[in-house]
């Protein structure tokens, strides 16, 4: 089974300054797929950031980047020029394609941003 | 465009009460998730559905959840009876297809109380 592993239940970050999350996961896959899930305090979940196992390359999206070690099995998130709007819940997930396309998600992490 | 719509957003029942729980996916998504998200965790996947058939309900707890999506469209989720330990966010899912690169795109969830 799966693992996900978010170690730091609660972040906080001074607007404009760079924050990173921390996830970890285990698999005996080598094809997967992870992912960084915001929840706002509305709850409705939102897609951040995809990465693809088999690509090397860090997928980037704006502000948001992710530093993927596959050997380490570590997806840390980084969070550039943080906004006040970034305050939320973030959930690391795993899917494992040869097992249905459910997410598993760790635990996450409450980051808040302040003035 | 509507994202996917669940109703109720907040149910309080008391204990051996039935409930049941709505969504309404993103028009022509033909895959649809129910999870669970206790207080503090990451959401779990309860089931999954391809257009109409439930491909997936490992994690469904049969004895007393149900669910159902008789047109492929719209799903209702059942409890009955309701346990004090089914407290909690139900979050309904829909993405174009069950693979890993359609977005899954969550409703607002319908957070239950029971007493």
């Known amino acids: 089974a799966q693992t996900v592993t978010q170690s730091q239940p609660e972040m906080s970050v001074q607007e404009a300054e760079t924050v990173t999350l921390s996830c970890t996961y285990d698999?005996?896959?080598?094809?997967?797929?992870l992912f960084w899930y915001k929840q706002p305090p509305s709850r409705q979940m939102i897609l951040v950031i995809r990465?693809?196992?088999?690509?090397?390359q860090n997928a980037t999206e704006n502000r948001f980047s992710v530093n993927f070690q596959k050997a380490a099995k570590s997806f840390s998130l980084k969070i550039s020029d943080s906004q006040l709007g970034d305050t939320a819940m973030y959930f690391c997930?795993?899917?494992?394609?040869?097992?249905?396309?459910?997410?598993?998600f760790g635990k996450g992490t409450s980051l808040l941003v302040t003035p | 465009e509507a994202g996917v719509v669940q109703s109720p957003r907040y149910k309080i029942i008391e204990k051996k009460q039935p409930v049941a729980f709505w969504c309404n996916p993103i028009s022509g998504h033909n895959t649809l998730y129910w999870y669970l998200q206790n207080l503090g965790q990451g959401p779990e996947l309860l089931i999954r559905?391809?257009?109409?058939?439930?491909?997936?309900d490992s994690q469904l707890p049969k004895d007393r959840f149900s669910a159902e999506r008789l047109k492929g469209v719209d799903s209702t989720l059942k409890i009955q009876p309701a346990e004090l330990g089914d407290s909690a966010v139900y979050l309904c899912?829909?993405?174009?297809?069950?693979?890993?690169?359609?977005?899954?795109?969550f409703g607002p969830g319908t957070r239950l109380t029971v007493l």
């Open positions: 997930a795993f899917m494992n394609p040869y097992r249905g396309y459910a997410l598993n």
């Open positions: 899912a829909s993405s174009l297809g069950g693979t890993a690169h359609n977005e899954q795109f």
């Open positions: 698999t005996s896959e080598n094809n997967y797929y």
């Open positions: 559905y391809e257009n109409e058939e439930a491909v997936d």
């Open positions: 990465q693809e196992a088999y690509k090397q």
